[in-house]
Structure formats: C-alpha cells, structure tokens
C-alpha cells in the first residue's frame, strides 16, 4: 500500500531530518529570516513600483483637458487610480449596465465605505442624477458615504438635493483641486482639505476650466457611459 510506504520512509527519514536541525539550527534561522526578509524587500520594491506607475498615469490622464476626451468607463477608472492613490483599498468599478447607480466602490484608510457615481458629461448635472445616488446609498449602498464626481457643474436643485441627502459633491473645480491632490475624500489619508469641508456652491458659476462644447451622443452627456 502506497500509505504504508509513506509511514516508513517517513519513520527513517524523520530521524535524520531532526538530527540535523538540532546541528545546524543556527544555519537554518539565518537562512529562513533572509529569505523572509528578501519576501518582504521584494513586496516593498513592488508597491513602490505600481504607486509610482500610478502617479506618472494620474499626472498624465489626470487634467481637465485630457478628462473632457475620456469615455465614462475612462473617467470611472481615473476617479478609482485617485481613490487608491489617497489610500483607499479594495477600490472596485462596479459600473456598466445595472450599475444600480454607482460607478465605483472603496475602502477609507479610516474604514469607511464609499460609493461613487461618476459624471462625465458636458452639461450641468440635474436633480434626476443626483437623486438616483441618493437612493442608491439609502437602499443598495446602505452604509456606505456617496460621493458624486461630476466632469461639469451641477445645478442649483442637484446641488442642493445632493448636499442636504449627506453626498459629497465634486464638481469640476473641486476636481480639479483633487487631481493635484490638494484635497481628499473624507477618512483618505492626511490632506491639507477635505472636499466635504470646501465652501459650497449655492449657485452655478462659471468654471475656471470650462468644459468644451461637443456633439453629444446623447441627452445630457456626451461619450459611451449611459450614466
């Protein structure tokens, strides 16, 4: 039998393997702690390499211009390189066809979740946006902090539907500020501001970069993202 075989080798090895433990145990320590300490050189070497690779796509992708030609699956995937890059883990895009109304999902170094729909549009959002992500937190995203990240501006009514429903509203100059990183998400890691804590926008005004005018493929957006 196979087994009985095993329990043999194993009855005379295991001696033997013993024995030279006991001989060479000192040998054995400083070999295991550095090949341990070589395991861990070589995960910090490669977290430094992704955060590295991260910021030099964010610098890249990351300005006004450049957001104004991104698809909404692209602007989805530059909000989440800008949740990870302020500490956020298990950073997931959810969105795409029955997204229920978020794009993107996160962890806070603090702890707290997130949800986040993302807006690349060429208009003013509208109150209809912003009230399908308050719903979304209130019932499927229960718990969990909404957040809207929106290419434009929002509306008067959104803006004030968004803000009294507990969202944390990024239009483009507050994304414009978090793109440089001079501000972060509530429970991010330290920043000199938090985007919840900037002065309101009680009405629209005119942005510092104002988006481009473009065909839009359909009402109230432009690009391939239905949200």
Known sequence: MPWLFGALAAIIVVPYVLDAV??????????TALLAAGAVGVIVVRRRMITADRDRWIAVHGRLGQIDRMTGPEFEHLVAELMRRDGFSDVRR????????IDVTGVAPSGRL???????????????????VVGAVA?????????????CRFTPPAW?????????????????EWLTGACSLPGARSRPRLLSR?????????AV??????REDGPGFDGASAD
């Open 22 to 31: 006991r001989s060479y145990w000192p040998w054995l320590l400083g070999l």
């Open 94 to 101: 959810v969105g795409g066809g029955g997204d229920l109304g």
């Open 114 to 132: 997130f949800a986040v729909q993302c807006k690349r549009w060429s208009r003013s959002v509208g109150s209809p946006a912003v009230r399908n």
């Open 139 to 151: 019932n499927t995203y229960r718990g969990h902090q909404g957040v809207v990240v929106a290419s």
């Open 160 to 176: 004030a539907e968004g803000t009294s429903g507990g969202l944390v509203m990024i239009d483009r100059d507050r994304l414009a």
């Open 198 to 206: 900037l002065p309101g926008r009680p009405a629209v005004r005119q």
């Open 209 to 214: 970069h104002p988006p481009p005018v473009v």
